[in-house]
């Protein structure tokens, strides 16, 4: 398990920082994870609505090399440090981490949000970190994408 800070994004130890001092003040924390290749509308979308739910929304973004082990060795499109540069310039990212397993069970577990977020091709109880926030009295949504954006679809749509 490693955790990385690279242009923008947070060292773990940086960020459980900022987490211990928002949850002291009673602010609520709202976690998700991706690859978020290509940052597109259904993205932002999606950030804006995880970001609504609570006070500070963190994002578990997959290294390069773990987004290799889950998607090919022709992704990622863009290098994490242009990914997580992207994501933490958005309004309703309050902090980036990036983290090289398959996973991001660890880093949940290390911040334990009240509400943990996927997009709604995740069932609830799939949802990686489900039994860990639900444990400790968080809730876990799966939100409804926007219709036609997709990472995958833009990739297929610039080949042909």
Same mark, same amino acid.
């Given at each position: 398990m490693a955790f990385a800070g690279a242009q923008g994004a947070e060292s773990l130890e940086a960020l459980l920082k900022k987490? &211990?001092? &928002?949850? &002291?003040? $009673?602010?609520?924390?709202? !976690?998700? +994870? $991706?690859? !978020?290749? *290509? *940052?597109? %509308? $259904?993205?932002?979308?999606y950030m804006n609505r995880a970001r609504a739910l609570g006070d500070m929304l963190i994002v578990g973004m997959n290294s390069d090399a773990?987004? %290799?082990?889950?998607?090919? #060795?022709?992704? #990622?499109? +863009?290098?994490? &440090? =242009? %990914?997580? !540069?992207?994501?933490? +310039?958005?309004?309703?990212? =309050?902090?980036?981490? *990036? !983290? =090289? =397993?398959?996973?991001p069970l660890k880093l949940i577990e290390a911040v334990t949000p009240h509400v943990l977020v996927k997009g709604g091709d995740w069932p609830v109880d799939e949802i990686v970190g489900n039994t860990h926030v639900?444990?400790? $009295?968080?809730e876990v949504l799966s939100l409804s994408l926007e219709e036609g954006y997709s990472t995958t679809g833009i990739i297929a749509r610039a080949k042909s």
């Open positions: 987490v &211990a001092a &928002a949850k &002291a003040q $009673g602010k609520k924390i709202v !976690f998700t +994870n $991706g690859c !978020f290749d *290509i *940052i597109h %509308r $259904g993205h932002v979308s773990s987004v %290799r082990a889950l998607k090919g #060795p022709t992704r #990622p499109v +863009n290098a994490e &440090a =242009d %990914r997580a !540069f992207v994501l933490t +310039n958005l309004k309703a990212v =309050d902090a980036v981490v *990036i !983290f =090289d =397993d398959e996973t639900t444990a400790h $009295g968080g």
